[in-house]
């Protein structure tokens, strides 16, 4: 809604804190710009301090509400206004107001379910709750924290190159609050907490919201601060005209937007000169039109500019030269830092957050450093927010934690398993400092329930060790054909599974562990059975695991590595001969062509190397899934074969059409065969070759696709939805 709920907030004041404008006032009248929210709209406040820069219009304060604040922040920084416009074109903004971590940086335990859930709530007290925001606003954040690195020295905003405000609204009194000092950053962000779109943010005790809750055009603030010609540049949305109140949505929001109008006319009360470029044609949300939106705020400063002039020369203030771009505006200007101090920290350890953000004291940091630690620290999944602030040889860290669960949701449906419904409550610290534990279940032909917890501890600032548990049951149903008896086996049993494992995390990329695994299985008397299989059974084995996960995308990645390896040995005699021993092996390479086509290549392999293995434990290959799934094989329907051994292989090529579309090519080959031996012959080898179409959409990937098979000929799939 184009006021978000301005009317729902009275005309408010501001608590001002240590805020001035520094100039030669005793030979001429300060000169302040207040700068309006807007969204999008806000790109017309670079094209007035264009032109106000190119007529040399001295500006001695700048006060700004949400984008304003943020145009006017950089501006007080010293940047110039064709610098800034510059870095406006450069963000891309379809990703800015959406905080998707890097998933290649992800802690390796948190890769496989990132971003499949279609909806996550938060977890407060035992009970479902509604989240204060749609996005955090991480990447926002440091966006803004890239720009303003070169003056983090400047923790008191008159200090800056020009002094600078920044209004937000207090949400607890409901009354306008102008920033002045810290992290000028937090400043910016605070005051563009946009309602139910960015959650609040803290500051000194306070929580915060957009400034434009109390007041949109902050001039009352700039007389504050002690401006006395005040020039505003007011690109929020006017009220509409009577003809243009056509609906109810537009009725509603006239209604709470008509309090906000009055104080609007009061603060433009307060100014010398308004400008209010003519933006009707355009939305608060278009952050795509920077250019339009620069050249049509020039043009309303130009139509200003002998108003402006003419105000000026009555107050007896001469033009300034034009601002030049300062070389020391640079992201690699370093501090040097002796000391790291985390804020916020409520159940994390001090040493955890350390070790993940990986800066050796004492250091000279420039911005890449900080970012890169930052980010390390952001991706760990512990935390909603991170940024930094510097105290002379102080380096903070100033993070949010997540709340101490979050329950995620998805819907898939495909041609093998139907429907099912997805679900997952990840929590964090739950019992244990540094830990996770995950539930998930499934819900539909095949039901699972799977429960897992990691506890970290490390030795040194290098290596990360930890413990793993595992509990998880099975609902397994399913049609395969046995490639060495040559008959199809109804497959239909339900399988416990736990384990417990020790292992050492290398990198956010690799892991170990190596630990127990137990195994129930339950067996329907009426199925067709392997001679020698009882209807139930349990073993108790030791299993090893390596994983190397580098994919920059969880489903249809472009690049990155992908390896799995496990090695099991149990005491269970299936075969009256020796002990039951697997080996599966998978790699998955993918890499760029270019901006659109990507290659991948894979190989995986299946090894009985001990007595018989039971159904369960053979080596299926059947299913659209990714390859890098142990029974994904384009061709053959869902694990419609099996065997004692496997071994096959895949070439794929992935086209991009656009942002969210895909067509995608597989050809796989593989053979199975209880006999180890016989896995090289060609004349056992399955060849399917398949091709996609891919739509990605807010609610999970569909995709449609048609393979054939020397097996089954031509068989085609429909995939709705995220897979768990």
Not at 69 to 93: F, M, P
Not at 441 to 450: H, M, P, V, Y
Not at 504 to 516: A, D, E, P, Q
């Amino acid at each position: 809604m184009r006021k978000f709920f301005l009317g729902l907030l009275s005309f408010s004041v501001v608590t001002i804190v240590s805020a001035s404008c520094l100039t030669d006032k005793d030979f001429r009248p300060v000169v302040g710009i207040s700068l309006s929210g807007g969204g999008a709209k806000g790109f017309a406040h670079v094209g007035v301090l264009k032109v106000l820069e190119e007529a040399g219009v001295p500006i001695d304060c700048i006060t700004g509400t949400s984008i304003g604040s943020i145009i006017g922040g950089l501006y007080a920084s010293g940047y110039t206004a064709q610098q800034i416009e510059e870095g406006l074109l450069k963000v891309d903004w379809t990703r800015i107001f959406k905080d998707i971590p890097d998933r290649r940086e992800l802690l390796l335990e948190d890769k496989e379910q990132f971003s499949k859930s279609i909806l996550t709530l938060p977890v407060k007290n035992r009970k479902i709750a509604l989240p204060t925001g749609l996005y955090s606003g991480q990447s926002l954040l440091t966006r803004l924290g890239e720009f303003v690195w070169p003056v983090q020295d400047k923790r008191i905003f008159s200090e800056l190159p020009i002094p600078f405000g920044s209004l937000a609204t207090d949400l607890e009194t409901g009354k306008g609050y102008l920033i002045t000092e810290g992290p000028l950053q937090e400043a910016m962000r605070a005051s563009m907490s946009i309602p139910s779109a960015f959650t609040p943010w803290p500051i000194q005790d306070r929580l915060l919201a957009d400034g434009l809750l109390s007041r949109n055009l902050p001039a009352q603030d700039l007389r504050g601060m002690g401006a006395e010609i005040v020039i505003g540049v007011d690109v929020g949305a006017p009220l509409y005209k009577a003809s243009e109140l056509d609906s109810l949505l537009k009725i509603f929001d006239q209604s709470i937007s008509i309090p906000a109008a009055e104080s609007n006319r009061e603060q433009a009360a307060l100014c010398d000169v308004l400008i209010r470029p003519e933006l009707s044609e355009l939305k608060s949300i278009d952050f795509s039109m920077v250019e339009e939106l620069i050249a049509l705020g020039e043009e309303a400063a130009r139509q200003a500019l002998p108003q402006i002039l003419n105000r000026l020369q009555a107050s007896s203030v001469t033009m300034v030269k034009p601002r030049q771009e300062d070389p020391d505006l640079s992201s690699k200007k370093s501090y040097t830092i002796r000391k790291i101090r985390i804020d916020g920290l409520v159940n994390l350890l001090p040493q955890f957050v350390e070790k993940e953000a990986g800066i050796s004291l004492p250091a000279s940091l420039d911005w890449n450093a900080t970012k890169q630690a930052m980010d390390r620290l952001y991706n760990t999944s512990f935390f909603e927010t991170v940024t930094y602030g510097i105290e002379e040889d102080v380096l903070v860290f100033k993070v949010q934690e997540k709340v101490p669960a979050q329950l995620g949701f998805a819907l898939h449906y495909d041609t093998a398993e139907r429907a099912s419904i997805h679900g997952q409550i990840t929590a964090r610290n739950l019992g244990f400092n540094n830990s996770r534990t995950a539930i998930a279940a499934k819900f539909g032909n095949e039901n699972e329930l799977k429960i897992e917890s990691t506890f970290f501890h490390q030795f040194g600032h290098k290596i990360q060790s930890g413990f793993k548990t595992l509990f998880e049951y099975q609902e397994l149903d399913y049609e395969s054909r046995n490639m060495n008896l040559g008959f199809t086996n109804e497959n239909d049993y339900d399988l416990l599974i736990g384990e417990i494992m020790y292992g050492t995390v290398r990198s956010r990329n690799k892991g170990f562990g190596i630990g127990l695994r137990g195994e129930i299985v339950n067996r329907e008397e009426e199925r067709i059975r392997i001679a020698g299989e009882a209807p139930r059974s349990s073993d108790l084995g030791l299993i090893a695991h390596f994983r190397k996960d580098t994919l920059n995308a969880t489903v249809y990645p472009s690049r990155g590595e992908y390896v799995d390896v496990r090695y099991f040995v149990t005491d269970q005699d299936y075969s009256s001969d020796n002990d039951s021993r697997y080996l599966l092996g998978i790699w998955q390479r993918f890499f760029s062509i270019n901006s659109r086509i990507s290659m991948d290549m894979g190989f995986k392999t299946g090894r009985n190397t001990g007595g018989s293995l039971p159904v369960h434990r053979h080596f299926f290959l059947g299913g659209f899934e990714s390859f890098r799934s142990p029974h994904g094989f384009t061709g053959v329907r869902y694990r419609g074969r099996y065997a004692e051994n496997m071994m096959a292989w895949q070439l794929g090529m992935q086209y991009r059409m656009n942002p969210d579309s895909l067509i995608i090519l597989r050809h796989n080959e593989g053979t199975l065969d209880d006999d180890s031996d016989k896995l090289y012959s060609r004349d056992n080898a399955i060849k399917g070759t398949g091709v996609s179409l891919v739509k990605l959409t807010p609610a999970g990937p569909i995709e449609i696709g048609v393979s054939h098979s020397t097996e089954e000929n031509f068989y085609s799939w429909v995939s709705l939805g995220y897979r768990y």
